[in-house]
Every structure is written in C-alpha cells, then in structure tokens.
C-alpha cells in the first residue's frame, strides 16, 4: 500500500528552525516524479511551498524563497523541508504530496498522493 508519512512538526519561536521529512513506502514511489510540500492555515486555501523533480530541480514560493529548502534522498524515497527564519505566518498544518508526472504544478489537485499532514506553529 503506497503511503506518504509526514513528521518534524512542532511549536517554534520565531526566528527560529524546524526540519520537516517526507517518508514514501510502496512501489508506486521509486518512480515519483515530484515531490512538493503545501502548507494549509485556518479557514484557508492550501498552498503551495515548494517541490523538487527527480534531477532534484526544485522550486519555490515566493513567501519562502531563501528560508525554506526542499530536498530528496531518493534511495530512501524520503523528501525534507528544512525551515528557517520561520514566521508567525509560516503557521500551518504542511502536508507533502507526490506526483507520478516529472513537472511543476502548483497546485493541489495536480498532486497524486498525499501525507496526513504534520502542525507546524510559529510563536511571535
């Protein structure tokens, strides 16, 4: 059964670290093409953060372009989002999500699998 389990959550001060990881089991995910990261607040749309191709291509949100960095150990099917410099706004539940087809999409319904999502709150 393909799965995606997202961990690393947690209550931070601003200003301050959080390392996000993306676990995949299952088959289907030795050929994912994208994995990404969306980030979903109260009463909000979920939005997206940032996604990486297989060649490790990666892009970004402009709200977190230079603090936030994604990347993909592919022997182990796993994906991390290291945060820094976070914000009160970075506040969200983050899900990450993978994508069979290798290009960019920003949006939520281009996304194929997705994790249970992981709290990450940001103190001011």
């Known amino acids: 059964q393909e799965q995606l389990v997202d961990a690393g959550g947690g209550l931070v001060q601003a200003g301050g670290s959080l390392r996000l990881s993306c676990a995949a089991s299952?088959?289907?995910?030795?050929?994912?093409?994208?994995y990404g990261w969306f980030r979903q607040a109260p009463e909000k749309e979920r939005e997206f953060v940032a996604a990486i191709s297989r060649s490790h291509t990666t892009d970004y949100s402009d709200s977190v372009k230079g603090r936030f960095t994604i990347s993909r150990d592919s022997a182990k099917n796993t994906v991390y989002l290291q945060m820094n410099s976070l914000k009160p706004e970075d506040t969200a539940v983050y899900y990450c999500?993978?994508?069979?087809?290798?290009?960019?999409?920003?949006?939520?319904?281009?996304?194929?699998?997705w994790g249970q999502g992981t709290q990450v709150t940001v103190s001011s």
């Open positions: 999500a993978a994508k069979r087809i290798g290009f960019f999409d920003r949006t939520p319904r281009g996304y194929d699998y």
């Open positions: 299952g088959r289907t995910f030795s050929s994912v093409g994208i």
